[in-house]
């Protein structure tokens, strides 16, 4: 047996700016940085977690900026078992941007069972322009799991990977 335990792909995908990068940071580090700098070169992070009493390794991608065009390489793809997808609650082009990426997953991931979190990033902020239950609707019409967090103040974020892994472990 792997000593380690299982290791899952996780990645982070989404328009840019919605914030990937600082939940990746969030989660592995627990800190925040107002002034992160954009990905340079594909990036990922390793991190421990047990989930209902099973040692899992994430390794977690994060995109390198190529997300701007709304397309990321195949092998970003290869062999995920679980994507966050992340839009801006603040800005509303990154939510309605999400059939893009629907599209994009379908064409990558439809011959696994990858399993597909939606989450609504940037809680803290005032300036609201898509609400929660625009979110929720969104992930139940299209199967997704949902949750909303903010990667400054650490609200959902835990909670996020935490669902997404259970699922995936629970996931055939
Ligand atoms: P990425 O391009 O999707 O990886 O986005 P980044 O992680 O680089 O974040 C883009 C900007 O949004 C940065 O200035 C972050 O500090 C900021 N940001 C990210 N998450 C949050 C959040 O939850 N709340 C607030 N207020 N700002 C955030």
Redesign the pocket.
């Known amino acids: 047996m792997d000593p380690a335990g299982l290791t899952l792909k996780l990645l982070l995908v989404?328009d840019?700016?919605?914030?990937?990068?600082?939940l990746l940071r969030r989660f592995t580090d627990g800190a925040f940085?107002?002034?992160?700098k954009?990905?340079i070169g594909v990036d990922f992070r390793v991190k421990k977690m047990v989930v209902d009493g099973r040692a899992v390794q994430l390794a977690i991608w994060?995109t390198a900026g190529q997300e701007r065009f709304r397309t990321l390489t195949p092998s970003y793809y290869r062999g995920a078992q679980g994507v966050v997808l992340?839009y801006d609650v603040t800005r509303k082009d990154t939510f309605t941007g999400l059939e893009s990426w629907l599209k994009e997953l379908e064409i990558y991931t439809s011959k696994s069972n990858t399993v597909k979190m939606l989450v609504g990033?940037?809680t803290?902020?005032p300036d609201r322009e898509v609400e929660r239950k625009e979110g929720l609707q969104f992930a139940r019409k299209r199967s997704l799991l949902f949750i909303e967090?903010?990667?400054?103040t650490q609200d959902g974020v835990q909670h996020a990977f935490e669902e997404l892994v259970r699922k995936i472990l629970q996931t055939p």
Do not use: I, M, Q, R
């Open positions: 989404g840019s700016a919605v914030g990937k990068s600082s940085e107002p002034s992160l954009p990905t994060d992340v990033n940037k803290d902020k967090t903010s990667a400054k």
